[in-house]
């Protein structure tokens, strides 16, 4: 029998699980390491686990025999059945409070039934967002543990030992909440992903189709966009990538790229949580529906030789133009992370958790792939006022779409005027009108259901609860 020394065990050594367990070892803890192919052990610990206190456990009797007590299981497979299979793998060498974390990007409503189905057997179950792909996982992600709190005395050092930390030291770890808290967040972090995307394409596709940059050009503009209010990772390697160019062609790498998206199902989750809620989220759904549009590419090709648009010439100043689409980005980016935010309310609502939404921000301030200098005015406004009902209410977020607001304008009737579709560009500006309205006409929908379904409405003289029908057509 191997003795039992390993602080941790990891099991699922593919990329993002082997780097995992790489930070975690360089962070002073020993390592346990199982895998469902064998072979895959034996190569990691012959060659990038080589000389470090990493141990396989063959089977999973071994690999648990490994473990200090209690025992800290991370499961790093493919989310779905896999986790469910290596769940029951290892539970019964398992005793109660020892724990499970699911370090997968697994749906929260899958965490919520293994934390409670666990629970029934004495079994500690985390499910943990890990955000920042393979390069965060080895040098510091962010972390979003949630589920069992009584796990997190003894997994929150080394979840955040590995973790990234915000400028001021913070690590990019605290427990989030219980049950799928945790995995839902990470799911948002998604979301707001696609949108961030999707924005910095529509302002590409601006720039490229109605200024006619070229991309070294469009290069320069998100390097200089990186050092402002804009500053982010994912405008960094936008920089990054535009300058490319293609070894075989001489050409911009990105002019060769076929314009079809893919994904893998976290934002379609983020907006079904939010259409399930009733939450409006409808520029992170729209990040999602343009991802599908791109993809009928074959589709398009046919439609782009029989369906006629604007002709897109521009004859203005471009200077100015840049300057109100650097605006037009951010404004619409406070909407998306608005969006993002109260989708969280809502889910906090609707299961009872108890996020911090200040701390939130920060999980996201470096290691993930949203890293931006913004999320620190984020945590600010939540700081300020944790109980905020919308992001877009913080005094500093009222003054930057104030600000922002005659541009943003702009720049949407430019793209609408000249054909260019700015799906999250317009609907975060709508998001935004609707949300300033005082009265939007659901006055009229509600005589409309009223007039074919008697489903009732209120009276703008009458208490609130009180409702009324009407015989629209004298004839009932
Ligand atoms: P990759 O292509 O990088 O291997 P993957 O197929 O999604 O990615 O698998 C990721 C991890 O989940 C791997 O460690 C995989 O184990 P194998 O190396 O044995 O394939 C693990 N995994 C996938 N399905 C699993 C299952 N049903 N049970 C246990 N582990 C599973």
New binding site residues.
Partial sequence: VPTATADIGL???????ENLVLNLESRGFTVAVH???VA?IDDFLAGRAQGRRILGGRSAEEFVALLKKPRAIMI???????VD??IE?FTPYLEPGDILIDG?NSHYLDTERRASRLADRGLLFVGTGVSGGEEGALNGPSVMPGGHEAAWPHVGPMLQAIAARTPDGTPCCDWVGAGGAGHFVKMVHNGIEYADMQMIGEAYHLMRDVLGLSAPEMSDVFARWNTGRLGSYLIEITANILAKTDDVTGLPLVDLILDTAGQKGTGKWTSEAALTLGVPAATIAEAVFARAISALKDERVAASRVLEGPATSFEGDKDAFLADLELALYASKICSYAQGFALMGGAAREYGWRLDFGRIAHLWREGCIIRAVFLDDIHEAYMEEPRLPSLLLAPFFQRATSEASAAWRRVVSRAVLSGVPVPAFSSALSYFDAYRSAKLPANLLQAQRDYFGAHQYERTDAPRGQFFHTDWTGEG
Avoid at 11 to 17: H, I, S
């Fill in positions: 099991v699922g050594l593919a990329v993002m699980g895998n469902r192919t895959r790093m497979v493919r989310a779905g059945s896999a299979d290596t793998l997968g």
